[in-house]
T-cell receptor, first 115, second 117 residues
Framework: DSGVTQTPKHLITATGQRVTLRCSPR?????VYWYQQSLDQGLQFLIQ???????AKGNILERFSAQQFPDLHSELNLSSLELGDSALYFC??????????????FGPGTRLTVL | DQQVKQNSPSLSVQEGRISILNCDYT??????FLWYKKYPAEGPTFLIS?????DKNEDGRFTVFLNKSAKHLSLHIVPSQPGDSAVYFC????????????????FGTGTLLAVQP
């Protein structure tokens, strides 16, 4: 158990809908990262937050948004869902997320299926 | 544009033998390389990392080798155990833009290792 929790574990929804994925980082970690893993692909970095502020952005679609709250939990919002958004979404956390080496600990993921 | 590549989708090894997992990268602007292991229905678990200024790092049964001239990274597991059966992801951290203050990772597509008893 990494200490990172993600809810829900599974989500099935229809095209055009909007969903929210939730992540609670390890106690004491200030950085949260979101990754997407589509079928037979590696994990693709979406976005990083550090202590409530956006720190780095990857290939995140405009239909997707995220935020980190004062209690450091994070939510990833996916809207106008398309079939191609079906994937595993992982959240990771680390202590700082800065220059030095800082191990990222991953949650178990949320499997999103768009029908 | 896949900057980190794992060309072998799977590898099968006998218990007790060496497992060698390979990874190639196309961008020199990475400062750390690392390996994660992933079991089904779980998130990736950090295994071992190596700084771009080193060529070898060892942790117990796991050793990572970095060949910068070949832009090649490998993970050696000796001896291999059935519990090592998992998907192994190679990843790299790009040198950041916020004065280095980012920790995002670029992942390969993974290699499924099966260790046969």
């Amino acid at each position: 158990d990494s200490g990172v929790t993600q809810t829900p574990k599974h989500l099935i929804t229809a095209t055009g809908q909007r969903v929210t994925l939730r992540c609670s980082p390890r106690s004491g970690d200030l950085s949260v990262y979101w990754y997407q893993q589509s079928l037979d692909q590696g994990l693709q970095f979406l976005i990083q937050y550090y202590n409530g502020e956006e720190r780095a952005k990857g290939n995140i679609l405009e239909r997707f948004s995220a935020q980190q709250f004062p209690d450091l939990h994070s939510e990833l919002n996916l809207s106008s869902l398309e079939l191609g958004d079906s994937a595993l979404y992982f959240c990771a956390s680390s202590v700082e997320g800065g220059q030095g080496w800082d191990t990222q600990y991953f949650g178990p993921g949320t499997r999103l299926t768009v029908l | 544009d896949q900057q980190v590549k794992q060309n072998s989708p799977s590898l099968s090894v006998q218990e007790g033998r060496i497992s060698i997992l390979n990874c190639d990268y196309t961008n020199s602007m990475f400062d750390y390389f690392l390996w994660y292991k992933k079991y089904p229905a779980e998130g990736p678990t950090f295994l071992i990392s190596i700084s771009s200024i080193k060529d070898k790092n060892e942790d117990g049964r796991f050793t990572v080798f970095l060949n910068k001239s070949a832009k090649h990274l490998s993970l050696h597991i000796v001896p291999s155990q059935p519990g090592d059966s998992a998907v192994y992801f190679c990843a790299a951290r790009p040198v950041g833009t916020y004065g280095g203050a980012t920790n995002k990772l670029i992942f390969g597509t993974g290699t499924l290792l099966a260790v046969q008893p």
